[in-house]
């Protein structure tokens, strides 16, 4: 039998102050994460790895955000995004997370690396609010494309109001 090892208050607030990392597999399925990263969730490594990164997300975390990060992943780029994740008591906490596809010698997929760090709250009181109303719109809208089609209209004015792309509205918050 293993037991699982749940970090204590002064793992939290380390981890609060450093740097939050997993790998991926190709499929999202998490292959490692540090220190920082477990004891953020508040799980164990082993009830961690082995999942698909997308189950530990907040069940509001808007879906479109997530189909544009692997979108974006797919097409061989590097991405920044706000992650909103659940920790093992059902609360949640806030990432900025640069992700960025490995590649082995073949120039094959290999993995995603998370670099993820915890955002400012300037940037959050932008973010929450479009995050809401995105969830809220694929919810009413009962999931699927359709409720993530509408949902991505939201990001995409928020970008519209201050110019640029994606990332250069993220790195201005």
């Not at 981890?15 to 477990?38: F, M, R």
């Not at 994740?85 to 960025?100: E, G, K, M």
């Not at 993995?111 to 809401?132: C, D, K, S, T």
Request: glycine share 6%.
């Amino acid at each position: 039998m293993t037991l699982a090892v749940i970090p204590d208050d002064s793992a939290l607030k380390n981890a609060a102050e450093q740097l939050i990392v997993c790998k991926t597999d190709p499929d999202g399925i998490i292959t490692y994460a540090n220190a920082a990263y477990i004891a953020r969730s508040g799980l164990s490594e082993m009830s961690v790895l082995g999942t698909p990164l997308v189950d530990q997300l907040h069940p509001s975390m808007p879906k479109a955000i997530v189909r544009l990060m692997w979108s974006e992943l797919d097409n061989k780029r590097e991405v920044f995004t706000y992650l909103k994740y659940q920790s093992r008591d059902h609360n949640h906490y806030w990432v900025f997370a640069n992700v960025t596809p490995g590649y082995d010698l073949e120039n094959k997929l290999k993995e995603y690396f998370f670099v993820q760090r915890n955002p400012n709250g300037q940037a959050l009181q932008v973010i929450e609010p479009i995050y809401e109303e995105m969830f809220n719109i694929e919810h009413a809208a009962g999931g699927g494309t359709t409720g993530m089609d509408r949902s991505i209209r939201v990001i995409h004015e928020a970008i519209s109001q201050l110019g640029g792309n994606y990332e250069e509205f993220l790195l201005a918050l």
